[in-house]
C-alpha cells in the first residue's frame, strides 16, 4: 500500500467526500432509470444505467454482510424488513401507474397491473432482506466471536 499524502483528518474528510458522491451515484442513477421506465424507455435504454447500479450494490452489499454490517441506524429484524419492502413495493406501484397509465384503457387492469407489480417486488425484497439479514447476524457472531 502506498504512504499516504494526509493526515488523519484529511482521510477522514476524504472519505467523507467519498462515501458522498457515491450515495449521489447511486440516487442519481436511480432516479435516471426511474424516469426512464416512466417515460417508456426499453431495458436496452436503461442496460447502462442498471449495470452500474447493480455493481455499486453488489460491491456494497458483499462487503458490509463479510464485515457483518447491516447498517448504521436500523436493525436487521422482521419490522424493518417488512417497513423496507413495504416501500419499495408502493414505489414500483406508483411507478407502474406512471408507466402504464397512458397505455391501459381499462382502469381495472391498470390497477390490477400496479398491485399485482407491487406485490411481486414487496415478496422478493422481503425475501431478499430476509435472507441477508440471517447472514448478516451469522457473520457478526463469527465476528463476534474471533
Same mark, same amino acid.
Given at each position: 500500500?502506498?504512504?499516504?499524502?494526509?493526515?488523519?483528518?484529511?482521510?477522514?474528510?476524504?472519505?467523507?467526500?467519498?462515501?458522498?458522491?457515491?450515495?449521489?451515484?447511486?440516487?442519481?442513477?436511480?432516479?435516471?432509470?426511474?424516469?426512464?421506465?416512466?417515460?417508456?424507455?426499453?431495458?436496452?435504454?436503461?442496460?447502462?444505467?442498471?449495470?452500474?447500479?447493480?455493481?455499486?450494490?453488489?460491491?456494497?452489499?458483499?462487503? $458490509?454482510?463479510? =464485515?457483518?454490517?447491516?447498517?448504521?441506524? &436500523?436493525?436487521?429484524?422482521?419490522?424493518?424488513? @417488512? !417497513?423496507?419492502?413495504? %416501500?419499495?413495493?408502493?414505489?414500483?406501484?406508483?411507478?407502474?401507474?406512471?408507466?402504464?397509465?397512458?397505455?391501459? $384503457?381499462?382502469? =381495472?387492469?391498470?390497477?390490477?397491473?400496479? &398491485?399485482?407489480?407491487?406485490?411481486?417486488?414487496? @415478496? !422478493?425484497?422481503?425475501? %431478499?432482506?430476509?435472507?441477508?439479514?440471517?447472514?448478516?447476524?451469522?457473520?457478526?457472531?463469527?465476528?463476534?466471536?474471533?
Amino acid at each position: 500500500m502506498k504512504k499516504s499524502n494526509l493526515d488523519e483528518m484529511q482521510e477522514q474528510k476524504l472519505l467523507q467526500i467519498e462515501h458522498t458522491c457515491c450515495w449521489l451515484a447511486f440516487w442519481g442513477l436511480l432516479t435516471a432509470i426511474i424516469i426512464q421506465v416512466i417515460i417508456g424507455g426499453s431495458l436496452r435504454e436503461i442496460a447502462g444505467e442498471a449495470v452500474v447500479i447493480f455493481l455499486l450494490c453488489g460491491y456494497q452489499s458483499f462487503h $458490509t454482510l463479510g =464485515s457483518g454490517i447491516w447498517d448504521r441506524n &436500523l436493525k436487521p429484524d422482521l419490522k424493518t424488513n @417488512l !417497513l423496507a419492502s413495504l %416501500v419499495a413495493g408502493a414505489a414500483m406501484g406508483l411507478i407502474s401507474f406512471f408507466r402504464f397509465n397512458g397505455q391501459m $384503457t381499462d382502469p =381495472s387492469r391498470l390497477f390490477i397491473t400496479c &398491485l399485482l407489480s407491487g406485490i411481486t417486488v414487496f @415478496l !422478493l425484497c422481503f425475501a %431478499v432482506l430476509s435472507v441477508t439479514a440471517v447472514i448478516q447476524k451469522k457473520r457478526r457472531k463469527t465476528l463476534d466471536q474471533e
